[in-house]
């Protein structure tokens, strides 16, 4: 497949203005970068930091990098090769993440930050042990959670499930943000499940009201791929107090085996033209991550 019906797939798919050479250039494959993790062992600019931190070492943050380290080695041996990408690129975003938010920890020098860090990277080892014995999950129901947060799937009447999806981002600073939201999906002739959301309100009457705004997920293989989709003005603009930024919740989420379901659904894996479990570029990444991109590429390489 060439480089720019790729660019093309993901431009549409994240309303990106970007060109696509400058989208090529930027946008490389997480997966294909270290997966180790940068805390205690890079400082700002990069450089590698000989031997431990102070500050590492002082809250104990050695130790639990080298949990998650541990954890994540075990997973990603576990994971389908169609898979294993993927999960590479949700550590690496993970890995972004909490070195962002180290930078603030270390320069407020507050004991709730230093916690709050500590807490992070505990549940990270907890979720990647999950990740290991989750893979193989038959059903939509149960807990899924990515780098960002979680979504859990309850199945509520025949063929419809409740989605209930809370995430969190935190790069440290001003720059955190959080989303709840919640609907109930039913299943359409595409093989999506999809709905609308119950926003919160403003407590402000005068604010503007939260628009509600359509959301639907499917099983990708051994993921679950939920997108939600709004127009340009609700990304902007959305005004529901649960949720400061509705990007977060579009995204690839692993099954966590100590919230497992019990139904039973297509698990397939929709392939592009290209090999899934050695993508060149990050737009390689997101196409094998949404069964439409897959389709899309194959549809577009037919032509």
């Keep these: ?36 993790m940068a805390l205690c062992a890079r400082n700002s600019d990069g450089s590698k930091i000989e031997g431990t931190s102070k500050f590492c070492k002082g809250a104990g943050y050695d130790k639990l990098v080298a949990a998650i380290d541990g954890s994540f080695a075990a997973t990603v041996a576990k994971a389908p090769a169609n898979i294993r990408p993927l999960l590479k690129r949700d550590q690496a975003w993970f890995n972004e993440m909490v070195q962002e938010a180290a930078y603030t920890v270390e320069e407020a020098d507050e004991a709730e930050l230093r916690e709050n860090l500590a807490d992070t990277l505990r549940k990270r080892a907890t979720v990647l042990d999950d990740f290991a014995r989750g893979f193989g999950r038959g059903g939509l129901t149960g807990a899924w959670a ?11 009447e025949a063929g419809a ?61 051994d993921t679950l791929r939920v997108v939600l989709l709004a127009t340009e003005e609700k990304w902007s603009s959305f005004n529901d107090p649960d949720c400061d930024r509705l ?3 579009t995204g690839t989420y692993f099954a966590r085996a100590s919230r497992d379901g019990t139904d039973k659904t297509d698990t397939g894996f929709v392939t592009p033209t290209f090999d899934c479990a ?19 590429d194959q549809r577009l390489n037919r032509a």
């Design 1 to 36: 497949m060439s480089a720019p019906v790729r660019l093309a797939l993901l431009a549409a798919a994240l309303l990106s203005s970007a060109t696509a050479n400058t989208m090529d250039d930027f946008l490389r494959a997480s997966s294909a970068g270290p997966m180790a």
């Design 146 to 156: 990515n780098a960002l947060g979680e979504v859990n799937v309850t199945a509520v």
């Design 161 to 221: 499930y409740r989605l209930d999806a809370e995430l969190n981002s935190d790069y440290g600073s001003d720059k955190h943000w959080r989303c709840k939201l919640k609907t109930t999906v039913k299943p359409r002739p595409d093989g999506w499940l999809s709905g609308i959301t119950t926003p919160a309100q403003p407590s402000d009457g005068a604010a503007k009201p939260a628009d509600s705004v359509s959301i639907k997920l499917r099983r990708q293989g």
């Design 247 to 249: 990007g977060q919740v």
């Design 278 to 296: 050695r993508p060149e570029t990050a737009t390689d990444e997101e196409i094998c991550a949404d069964p439409d991109l897959a389709t899309n």
